[in-house]
């Protein structure tokens, strides 16, 4: 599957931005999709994510209770909605699929056989 990132934008401390993640060759019904963040001199890290066909979602801590992640299945995407900002936030955001994941392998890049180009995000104190 095909996967492509967009949404990303400067904004301030306090903002929401929603990212969208837009899917094409496959349908993401039966997968499961995350979000994914690159600070910049920091490693990958894991955001949220969801196996669409049962479960619960997945979330970072440092993201509990402030971004929400969600499909529209007419429109084959993936959303990332952030509130409240924060300056450490700021990272390119990427998206990821993979097909039947479990819970406790959602949060592992290894997990996810394809990828997005990602969406810088950008958040001013």
């Known amino acids: 599957v095909q996967l492509q990132a967009s949404g990303g934008g400067l904004v301030q401390a306090g903002d929401s931005l929603r990212l969208s993640c837009v899917a094409s060759g496959r349908t993401l019904s039966d997968y499961a999709t995350a979000w994914f963040r690159q600070a910049p001199g920091k490693e990958r890290e894991f955001v949220a994510g969801r196996r669409w066909s049962f479960g619960s979602p997945r979330y970072a801590d440092s993201v509990k209770g402030r971004f929400t992640i969600s499909r529209d299945i007419t429109r084959n995407t993936v959303y990332l909605q952030m509130n409240s900002l924060k300056p450490e936030d700021t990272a390119i955001y990427s998206c990821?699929?993979?097909?039947?994941?479990?819970?406790?392998?959602?949060?592992?890049?290894?997990?996810?056989?394809?990828w997005g180009k990602g969406t810088l995000v950008t958040v001013s104190s």
């Open positions: 990821a699929a993979a097909p039947r994941l479990i819970y406790s392998q959602l949060a592992f890049p290894s997990s996810y056989d394809d």
